[in-house]
């Protein structure tokens, strides 16, 4: 769908009723350098219930451009990064580098199990509290997270499988050596991750538009500020991976400057 009929159809779909709702995330949805419309849900979260100390953990961030937190980064976050391949990384620190070198940002080479990514996030991470987690590995998502002990975040973004609709609360097998192979068995269904976020103390906020990313916040911190109930029912979004809020130019990276 070209960009035009995707405007024109987000438009659309933002006017009706669910969407206009001040308590639901999917409005202040827009893109800079995340994937889909995440940059936006993100920093409407945290207008809500606020920031603590700017630091971020994300596994599964690729070669550095598109992910959910290079724009908390330039906003002068520091945090974490962890990915499998060694090409992306390399690549990452290059484009990077700025941050790299004053250590505002580190990068891990290294493939998340659920065996070493508690010791992993102890060690390397920026904060035992961070502000922000974010779990895209394409495979084993849902038991990376069940496996973290070691921080406590306030938010946690993960990706969610929309072909497994409410609700059915599935996910794959753990297979430690898992590879998305491009089909639609990959993840966790939404309502088997609220159910681990609600056994670890967090409520599910919201999705975005393009039925990819859910949204978790510590339930100390939800208080009225999001809509209720936080089930995978009232949050389900179903699989829109053609639309994308596109920012107008291809991503790219370099010295910033923040005025304010």
Known sequence: MDAILQQQYWD???????????KRLLRF?????????????IAEIFRRIGVQNRTFIEIGVGPGLENNTLMLLLSGWRGLWVEASQTDVATAQIRLASWVETRQLCIENQFVTRDNVDHL???SGPSSTPDLLSIDVDGNDYWIWEAIRSVNPRVVV???NATWFPPLAFTICYQESFRWDGSNYFGASLKALELLGRRKGY?????????VNAFFVRKDLCKRRFRAPFTAENHFEPPRYWIARASGHA???GPVENIS
């Open 121 to 123: 996030l102890a060690t």
């Open 158 to 160: 993960i990706e969610y």
């Open 29 to 41: 949805g827009s893109k800079a350098y995340s994937q889909c419309d995440e940059d936006g849900i």
């Open 12 to 22: 659309q779909a933002i006017g009706t009723p669910r969407y206009a709702d001040k």
């Open 251 to 253: 991503p790219g990276i």
């Open 203 to 211: 409520c599910l906020v919201g999705c975005n538009f393009s039925g």
